[in-house]
């Protein structure tokens, strides 16, 4: 990051400035030694629930970069405070719905669907979602696919797709398509080898990609396989080891691979681009009026006027940091609830923990490895989105509806495979 960030066609533009604080850097260590010893003791209890990888991947992708930027790029006091607010209030949420031990509700007799329906529904979602890929693509892409890696090519072409104006709820099915659907989808037919209608989700998500090349469209899918393949409950233990040898790579790719992809890819866009974003946020709003919470909707109401975010929050700070109005500046978490003000610092945490909750109960009877793809793809995307970008766009509550259908269903436990072939059914 010394060298590289003066050369970033997104650091270079004077968001990002190297200033080691020796007092800060040490505290940052303090404050991350205080919240791992929390979450080791109060969330990392059973290593195998959804809330705890969750916890997990969040302090790894947004708490560690964020704390450590403190005293890297000498930030302001205030920030911190606030971070740690807001921090505070997301463990001790998620500790107490999450691993506290409550009474369940009984809502008296409620009729189940049988597992069956529940299949069938879940066989039809899957159905509709690619239909819709390809209807999509065919509109606005002419099914043309593009695999192209290069920045100038996937900045024309999310260029292009803004002005191509898809509207909200195309927005919203597409990414619901990209990030919970086909990949979901494509680890159960992995499982079944139906190799041809694993194949065929592949095509449908480069599909997808190609209409404004999200690199996580590109890669999620494949990336779900190997986790599914791969994943074991000891592998938390590995954590350390494994962002050591990432760190390892970059560094080593760099000097004598004289590449920067990695460093790129991973170590600017992936795990410090929020974090640095969420101090722009910070440092915008700290001393303008706090952004409304579906402002859009409320304006077209009548409820808001002359709205000073109108042109949306990440486009309005995307010119004024990246002085390119067309840079869509989103970050997730904290810099997102603190746009919202003190209430978003209290509120939007304890509703995550609300939504972790949720989680666990629609995948309490499946093993982990067949839902980690979902939980990586949350991880991913609540760090970069406003909660509720996250709860729709990027699919968390049609998650929850999918994990809640499989749950405890006959026709995804692996043991009933062989059984469930003889039936007539996918």
Same mark, same amino acid.
């Given at each position: 990051?010394?060298?590289?960030?003066?050369?970033?066609?997104?650091?270079?533009?004077?968001?990002? *400035?190297?200033?080691?604080?020796?007092?800060?850097?040490?505290?940052?260590?303090?404050?991350?030694?205080?919240?791992?010893?929390?979450?080791?003791?109060? @969330?990392?209890?059973?290593?195998?629930?959804?809330?705890?990888?969750?916890?997990?991947?969040?302090?790894?992708?947004?708490?560690?970069?964020?704390?450590?930027?403190?005293?890297?790029?000498?930030?302001?006091?205030?920030?911190?405070? %606030?971070?740690?607010?807001?921090?505070?209030?997301?463990?001790?949420?998620?500790?107490?719905?999450?691993?506290?031990?409550?009474? +369940?509700?009984?809502?008296?007799?409620?009729?189940?669907?049988?597992?069956?329906?529940?299949?069938?529904?879940?066989?039809?979602?899957?159905?509709?979602?690619?239909?819709?890929?390809?209807?999509?693509?065919?509109?606005?892409?002419?099914?043309?696919?593009?695999?192209?890696? *290069?920045?100038?090519? @996937?900045?024309?072409?999310?260029?292009?797709?803004?002005?191509?104006?898809?509207?909200?709820?195309?927005? &919203?099915?597409?990414?619901?398509?990209?990030? $919970?659907?086909? #990949?979901?989808?494509?680890?159960?037919?992995?499982?079944?080898? +139906?190799?041809?209608?694993?194949?065929?989700?592949?095509?449908?998500?480069?599909?997808?990609?190609?209409?404004? !090349?999200?690199?996580?469209?590109?890669?999620?899918?494949?990336?779900?396989?190997?986790?599914?393949?791969?994943?074991?409950?000891?592998?938390?233990?590995?954590?350390?080891?494994?962002?050591?040898?990432?760190?390892?790579?970059?560094?080593?790719? &760099?000097?004598?691979?004289?590449? *920067?992809?990695?460093?790129?890819? /991973?170590?600017?866009?992936?795990?410090?681009? #929020?974090?640095?974003?969420?101090?722009?946020? %910070?440092?915008?709003?700290?001393?303008?009026?706090?952004?409304?919470?579906?402002?859009?909707?409320?304006?077209?109401?009548?409820?808001?006027?002359?709205? #000073? %975010?109108?042109?949306?929050?990440?486009?309005?700070?995307?010119? !004024?940091?990246?002085? =390119?109005?067309?840079? *869509?500046?989103?970050?997730?978490?904290?810099?997102?609830?603190?746009?919202?003000? /003190?209430?978003?610092?209290?509120? @939007?945490?304890?509703?995550?923990?609300?939504?972790?909750?949720?989680?666990?109960?629609?995948?309490?009877?499946?093993?982990?490895?067949? &839902? $980690?793809?979902?939980?990586?793809?949350?991880?991913?995307?609540? !760090?970069?989105?406003?909660?509720?970008?996250?709860?729709?766009?990027?699919? /968390?509550?049609?998650?929850?509806?999918?994990?809640?259908?499989?749950? +405890?269903?006959?026709?995804?436990?692996?043991?009933?495979?062989?059984?469930?072939?003889?039936? =007539?059914?996918?």
């Amino acid at each position: 990051m010394s060298e590289y960030y003066t050369k970033d066609i997104l650091l270079s533009r004077g968001v990002f *400035s190297l200033e080691v604080n020796i007092f800060k850097y040490v505290f940052s260590w303090f404050i991350f030694i205080i919240a791992l010893i929390f979450i080791k003791r109060y @969330i990392l209890v059973t290593k195998d629930k959804a809330s705890e990888i969750i916890i997990l991947g969040l302090f790894i992708m947004s708490f560690i970069p964020s704390v450590s930027l403190f005293g890297l790029a000498n930030l302001e006091y205030g920030y911190i405070l %606030y971070f740690i607010l807001f921090w505070s209030i997301l463990l001790i949420s998620t500790y107490l719905f999450c691993n506290v031990k409550q009474r +369940n509700l009984v809502l008296g007799n409620k009729r189940k669907l049988s597992d069956d329906t529940k299949y069938q529904i879940w066989l039809g979602l899957v159905f509709i979602f690619c239909l819709f890929a390809v209807v999509l693509s065919w509109q606005y892409n002419g099914l043309r696919l593009n695999l192209s890696l *290069s920045l100038e090519d @996937i900045y024309k072409l999310r260029l292009d797709a803004r002005k191509a104006n898809m509207g909200t709820v195309v927005t &919203y099915l597409r990414n619901n398509a990209m990030y $919970i659907v086909l #990949p979901f989808a494509g680890i159960y037919f992995f499982q079944r080898k +139906n190799w041809f209608l694993l194949v065929l989700l592949m095509y449908f998500q480069i599909l997808l990609y190609s209409i404004d !090349t999200q690199k996580t469209a590109l890669f999620i899918l494949p990336l779900s396989l190997a986790a599914y393949v791969f994943y074991k409950k000891h592998y938390i233990n590995s954590i350390t080891i494994i962002l050591v040898l990432l760190n390892v790579a970059t560094y080593l790719e &760099y000097i004598l691979g004289k590449s *920067s992809f990695l460093i790129d890819s /991973l170590l600017i866009r992936l795990y410090y681009l #929020p974090a640095i974003l969420s101090n722009l946020y %910070y440092d915008y709003f700290t001393n303008r009026p706090s952004a409304v919470p579906l402002a859009g909707l409320f304006e077209k109401l009548g409820f808001i006027i002359d709205y #000073p %975010y109108s042109d949306g929050v990440p486009y309005i700070l995307g010119g !004024t940091y990246f002085n =390119n109005n067309e840079i *869509s500046a989103n970050t997730g978490l904290f810099g997102s609830a603190y746009s919202y003000g /003190l209430l978003g610092l209290i509120l @939007i945490p304890a509703i995550y923990a609300i939504f972790f909750k949720l989680i666990d109960k629609v995948t309490s009877g499946l093993k982990i490895n067949t &839902y $980690i793809s979902i939980l990586i793809i949350q991880v991913y995307v609540i !760090t970069g989105a406003t909660i509720f970008v996250v709860l729709t766009v990027y699919g /968390l509550i049609l998650a929850i509806f999918m994990l809640m259908l499989i749950n +405890n269903n006959s026709w995804f436990q692996f043991k009933n495979i062989e059984r469930k072939k003889s039936k =007539n059914v996918v």
